[in-house]
């Protein structure tokens, strides 16, 4: 049987672990795709050394080239994947990609959008926005990219209490346990509703 293959595009300082997640979800029947393609801005991010310990296909994109989007929609056909599945990227994507794979790129956010995203609400900077603003619960978003930082629609959330005495790092802990049942969840649900198209 041949699973769907799902690209995984990471950041340039991440740690990898929403791809781990991802890779472990595959491999133990979890999720029924398999991770054709790994994308890095640069060799020597620290996700992509984790992309090639799993024995994952990693590949560098060099993000600052003028044929950009070009390379990577070419790399996404040639890997045959059909979704591209962004972990700790974060930039804007080039408007090819989003053209060419409509409803097929996805994001995971550690907070509930449409709360603490947009520019600048990235990694700790979102958990901080989330004590200062008092909330008594935070969690995760998995939501397709468009053009306009994490404004795409909501494909799922998983939801965690805000605790007393919680700082940046342990809501940020909490979160991240969360982002890596939740994304797994999501690319499930985006594959079967791509297979009654
Ligand atoms: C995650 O918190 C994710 O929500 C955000 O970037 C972080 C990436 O972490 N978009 P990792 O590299 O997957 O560990």
Redesign the pocket.
Known sequence: MTFPRIAIL??TR??????RALAEACSSGRLAAQIGLVIGPRADAP?LEVARELGLDAHVQDFAAEDAGASLVAALHRARCRLLC???FMRLLPAEVLETFPGRVL????ALLPKFGGKGM??RHVHEAVLAAGEIESG?SVHLVTPVYDEGEVVHQLRCPVLRGDTPDTLAGRV?AL?HQAYAEAVAKVLEELDGD
């Open positions: 990471v950041g991440g740690r990898g672990s929403n791809m996700a962004l972990a700790g994001n995971i956010h550690p990235y990694g995760c991240l982002e």
